[in-house]
């Protein structure tokens, strides 16, 4: 029995860790999924409403078509 508990806080605490390393890295990698660097630095509708964020999310997707196809 006790060594369920040592076990559980054990896992408890690596899992804390991990999140708090990997959770960085994971949302600067997933805050511009699929957007260019062209895309992420281009000033979109709704910018200014909100003129210092705290954070940035840009995605993009790149569609294999013309305009008019699309």
């Known amino acids: ?25 994971l949302r600067s990698r997933s805050s511009r999924w699929g957007a260019t660097d062209e895309e ?7 910018d200014m409403l909100v003129p210092q964020p705290q954070s940035q999310l840009t995605m993009g997707v790149t569609v294999g078509a013309t305009a008019t196809v699309v």
């Open 40 to 46: 992420v630095r281009l000033a979109i509708p709704g």
């Open 1 to 25: 029995m006790k060594l369920n508990v040592i076990l559980e806080a054990i896992i408890g605490a690596a899992t804390i860790v991990g999140t708090a390393v990997l959770a960085p890295i």
